[in-house]
């Protein structure tokens, strides 16, 4: 090897260094820091003349719960004592310490927040908001929880509501409770929608709009159930990822973090449902769990603070079903030996330990228990499905098909897998949890089903991308579905929905869904959302 | 390469333009490149149990080959090879038609050409697709009956033993009558299209001077599947196999007969005992090898296998434990019987495909692409049968990272010495462990470390004056999309 070759070798070894530092400069833009995510927030100062001590005081918590749940921060919370707040997070071995103080100028509110960097002593950010009312102030904490994140800890995050909410027509949000345990007001978004006019005559929905959306989740939250968990008359959204738990409540247009559970990589959540198994009028929240191949499934109770497992290891797929009277019931599907679903359903009941058979529900489906909602009042007791390849479908009791759409009422992305790869295929079979199409028919009106869809790619369709997705409402004219109206497409995909509140929808009922935004970095992981909708 | 993609793609949007409305159209299918290094490298398909004290042939394991032969141990080898694989399906749920293709090679290989498992060289550019399944799948109307029809993938009821998921043209009929579920099949193995003698290695359609019905295989099979409980499953077998001319796994001791007859009764049971969940089978072979037209005595087939496996929960991930027989012929100079099991790797290399211990090494692994060694490819062992146990552990670590640890031990059941010269020094082949880490990219997009570490046993000590093999091994890397 001559001279020049040398001279060419070293100029590429140059370039390839150059090359790799400006891949790694703009790998990491966009990410403005790398703290780790751990930090000590010390208890906040008033420096307002009025008695507000008693919000001062639970913002820290507050702040901490958003951290937690925004950027998966570990938070310690410092108490009032002989030592400095800074010396007692330098011995928790804590490298952030966050201090605030809530200062009254005026009518209005400043929340200031700085962040000092433990281990050389500077200021790592400063963070304020503001807020016109003392009610606001809790609201705000989202936002700066959502600032701190991003600059402190790299989560980006997107659309944040601003630091002072615009006047908008519908009320304002009213503060929710504060649970001992954790907070229960979050950073919900201001309403987008002002509140329909009240009916006149017989009401049909006929179109639904987004008026609130949670705070970030990091997770791919692909299935969303509602009920009143803690018995507060407010309901509790909630949500699961593959082994996360995130519970949200809803009060008025607020969609607050409440609870979050985490489980080990050995669960692979499937489904969620929240419903009073025992009577006593909190709901139950039921998670159909996949583990190794068993399906495992269990009920969480919300006992004093917590949520606490009550029944364990039910051999069941289970999902809430219209029984077509107008009441919900629990149904479950067994796994086969040799195939994922046996064919035959059943009713569940509670016996005061755990889950049982309560009688045959009258169709049967080789493809899984997911998708399939009772017809109300349909004279010939048919089922309506949503199948494998996410056709809506009419199904009479011995499980054949009466009717099939040929639109796609797609979207699902999470799955399961049965079997193995081999030599004949491409990998093992993949089953998706399909969606919900859920009864909103009103008296004395013809069948109206609400649905979630989603436009993806047909020909390559286990690639599971999707131009945009909507909620319709959807009518049986006997000889086909017709479209009753929409939400407007929006461009992340709905994953689920659940409708709020007991009993049948009215005007102003409100449904949360569960999106996951497509946009989110292809390194950052998945960001999900619960929006909350209102029916008009 | 890419003209190759592009032909398909404008291929699947004619179809999916021309198919009936009510029809849909999916294409699966997946890439996969994987990058390895390995002493234990053949010439692709390799069985590499020959006896350590009979003279080298090409399959082999030897310290040095030099200008001999045998699967040079002491040399490192590394290559890149790549799969891409496309499942094109169309139909409803009442009928639907598959084609399955295959494109692989090794990367340098060779370019511009026409030949399967090519094509990866300067340029690309070459014919290179391989169909794999071309059938049709359909229901009787009103009935509980289906039918496949056409080249598909054919699993036995035995793991792979027989029939591991090879492509085999033929019908199966599906019928449920609950509790019962049957499936009849009939594969067309050979009709006269490959040669009928060792010496004639063309494959050709040779109807014009052999016609069909001369030379042929089939198998014929009837499994009945039932349930007696909730978390039990037992499938019941009975299955006939009648080749009429000479194939490739012949036994020497039938190396003069031409018709081989042999039936296969056998049953297996699935059933969750606790935390586990267990399975097995047994499956007994006999039949006869006989002259066609002359009057040499017939050899009697005398084989079994069985299986036992158990999967569960442990701690946080599970584990799995495997012990699989098959019976061995001790003595080739028999002439009366056959003791083992005639496999489907006996009529076509891989045709048996034993997958489930997961091994790199010991047995045929899922990741082999066209450079496939293993100890044994085949379960038969080339008659001398096999012992193998096997065990792994599978976790995941987080969201996106997995492991898994596996241990296999493998040994012939007999040592089937054709003369006392060439009688192997033990029945144990080999030990293995292995390991894989595997990271979730994003969603489809998988990207895996795998090795393994082979300590071979007596069976492959050479003769007084030669260097035994090295221990074997295998690193490679796997980077796999599937869509």
New interface residues.
């Given amino acids: 090897m001559g001279t020049g070759t040398g001279k060419q070798v070293c100029r590429a070894g140059l370039a390839f260094v150059i090359l790799a530092v400006l891949s790694c400069g703009l790998a990491s833009t966009g990410v403005s820091a790398d703290y780790p995510r751990r930090v000590a927030i010390a208890p906040f100062v008033s420096l307002s003349q009025d008695n507000i001590a008693s919000t001062v005081a639970v913002l820290p918590r507050l702040l901490s719960s958003r951290l937690m749940a925004q950027a998966g921060a570990e938070v310690l919370l410092l108490a009032s004592g002989e030592k400095s707040p800074a010396e007692q997070a330098r011995g928790a071995g804590v490298p952030l310490l966050i201090q605030g103080t809530v200062t009254k100028l005026g009518k209005g509110y400043s929340v200031d927040v700085t962040a000092l960097d433990l281990e050389t002593g500077k200021t790592a950010g400063a963070f304020f908001t503001a807020a016109s009312t003392e009610d606001e102030i809790i609201p705000q904490i989202g936002f700066l929880a959502g600032e701190i994140s991003e600059k402190l800890f790299g989560i980006k995050t997107a659309v944040r509501p601003s630091a002072v909410q615009p006047a908008v027509a519908a009320p304002a949000a009213p503060s929710p409770p504060v649970s001992p345990a954790g907070p229960s007001a979050g950073p919900s978004v201001a309403p987008l929608a002002a509140a329909p006019a009240a009916p006149s005559g017989p009401w049909e929905p006929r179109s639904i709009v987004k008026v609130a959306f949670s705070d970030k989740i990091s997770d791919e939250i692909f299935r969303v159930s509602s009920g009143d968990v803690d018995g507060d008359g407010n309901p509790e959204v909630a949500a699961i990822g593959s082994r996360k738990l995130w519970v949200y409540k809803v009060s008025g247009d607020t969609v607050a973090p409440f609870r979050k559970h985490e489980w080990n990589n050995s669960h692979l959540f499937l489904s969620v449902e929240t419903v009073d198994i025992d009577g006593d009028g909190r709901a139950e929240i039921v998670v159909t769990d996949l583990v190794g191949d068993r399906v495992n499934s269990f009920v969480l109770k919300y006992k004093g603070d917590v949520l606490e497992p009550v029944a364990q290891e039910i051999p069941f797929y289970i999902i809430s079903l219209e029984d077509g009277k107008g009441g919900r019931r629990l149904a479950g599907q067994r796994r086969g030996i040799s195939e994922p679903f046996l064919r035959e359903i059943t009713y569940l009941k509670w016996d005061g330990k755990t889950l049982v058979p309560d009688g045959d529900v009258p169709v049967k489906v080789a493809a899984g228990i997911f998708g399939l909602a009772a017809f109300p009042g349909d004279a010939e007791n048919r089922f309506l499905y949503i199948d494998e390849d996410e056709h809506l479908r009419i199904l009479n009791p011995n499980g054949k098909t009466a009717y099939k759409t040929k639109e796609y009422y797609s979207g699902a992305v999470h799955l399961f897998t049965w079997g193995t790869e081999t030599r004949s295929n491409i990998g093992p079979d993949r089953h998706y949890i399909r969606g919900r199409i859920v009864p909103v028919t009103t008296e004395g009106k013809s069948p109206l089903f609400l649905i979630r869809q989603s436009k993806g790619n047909v020909l390559f369709r286990d690639t599971r991308t999707f131009e945009w997705s909507r909620l319709l409402y959807v009518s049986w004219a006997g000889d086909g579905f017709a479209e009753k109206g929409a939400s407007d497409r929006i461009d992340n995909l709905m994953t689920d929905f659940t409708v709020l509140g007991s009993g049948r929808p009215g005007p102003g009922t409100r449904v949360a869904v569960t999106t996951i935004e497509s946009n989110a970095s292809y390194a950052s992981g998945a960001v999900s959302r619960i929006q909350l909708y209102r029916m008009d | 390469m890419r003209k190759g993609w592009m032909v398909l793609l404008a291929m699947?949007?004619v179809v999916?333009l021309a198919v009936p409305?009510?029809a849909?159209?999916?294409?699966?299918?997946?890439y996969r490149v994987k990058p390895t290094m390995s002493n234990l490298i053949g010439a692709g398909n390799i069985s590499a149990n020959v006896p350590g004290m009979e003279t080298a042939a090409a399959t082999s394991l030897v310290k040095e080959s030099g200008s001999g032969s045998g699967i040079d141990t002491a040399r490192s080898r590394n290559f890149t090879e790549m799969r891409n694989?496309l499942?094109f399906e169309i139909g409803d749920?009442n009928v639907k038609g598959v084609t399955?293709f295959e494109l692989d090679g090794n990367f340098g290989d060779t370019g511009g050409t026409v030949g399967r498992n090519q094509g990866f060289a300067a340029n690309g550019d070459s014919i290179n697709l391989e169909t794999?399944?071309a059938y049709v799948w359909f229901k009787v109307p009103d009935t509980g009956l289906s039918f496949t029809v056409g080249l598909?993938?054919?699993?036995d009821e035995f793991g792979g033993l027989l029939f591991?998921?090879?492509?085999q043209a033929g019908v199966v009929a599906n019928f449920k009558l609950e509790p019962v579920a049957l499936r009849l099949t009939w594969l067309k193995i050979r009709d006269n299209v490959t040669s009928s003698t060792t010496a004639d290695t063309t494959i050709n359609f040779k109807w014009s001077n052999n016609p069909p019905g001369d030379s042929d295989a089939d198998y014929y099979a009837l499994d009945a599947?039932f349930?007696p409980a909730?978390?039990?499953?037992v499938t019941g077998h009975f299955g006939f196999l009648r080749d009429s001319g000479s194939w490739i796994g012949q036994p020497t001791e039938a190396a003069a007969l031409e018709i081989l007859k042999a039936y296969y009764l056998g049953a297996n049971a699935?059933?969750?005992a606790g935390p586990a969940?267990v399975t097995g089978f047994f499956l007994y072979n006999f039949g006869t090898f006989e002259d066609d037209g002359g009057t040499a005595a017939d050899v009697k087939i005398a084989g079994y296998a069985a299986r036992l496996r158990a999967?569960?929960?442990l701690g946080?991930?599970?584990a799995f434990l495997e012990g699989l027989y098959v019976s061995g012929d001790d003595d080739t100079s028999s002439t009366t019987k056959y003791k083992s099991v005639i496999v489907g790797s006996d009529f076509a290399a891989?045709t048996s495909?034993y997958?489930?211990p997961d091994l790199l090494i010991l047995f045929p692994n899922?990741d082999m692409i066209n450079s496939a060694a293993a100890l044994t490819l085949s379960p038969s062992n080339s008659g001398r049968g096999v012992i193998l146990l096997a065990a792994g552990y599978s976790?995941?670590?987080?969201?996106k990272v997995s492991g898994k640890l596996g241990l296999g031990y493998l040994a012939a059941d007999k040592k089937r010495k054709s003369s006392t010269s060439t009688e192997a020094k033990g029945k144990d082949m080999g030990t293995e462990i292995n390991a894989n880490v595997n990271y979730n990219i994003?969603?489809?997009l998988d990207f895996g470390v795998y090795g393994a570490y082979c300590m071979l046993g007596g069976f492959y000590d050479r003769a007084a004056g030669e260097k035994n093999p090295d221990d074997l091994y295998d690193l490679h890397a796997r980077l796999n999309y599937?869509?």
Avoid at chain 2, 24 to 30: A, D, I, T, Y
Avoid at chain 2, 152 to 155: A, I, K, N, P, V
Avoid at chain 2, 395 to 399: G, N, R
């Fill in positions: 699947a949007l999916a409305a009510s849909e159209m999916k294409l699966n299918g997946f694989r499942r749920e399955f794999k399944n598909q993938g054919y699993l591991g998921y090879s492509d599947k349930a909730k978390d039990v499953q699935t059933f969750n969940k999967d569960a929960k946080p991930g599970n891989l495909y997958f489930s899922l976790q995941k670590f987080s969201d994003t969603k489809g599937a869509f």
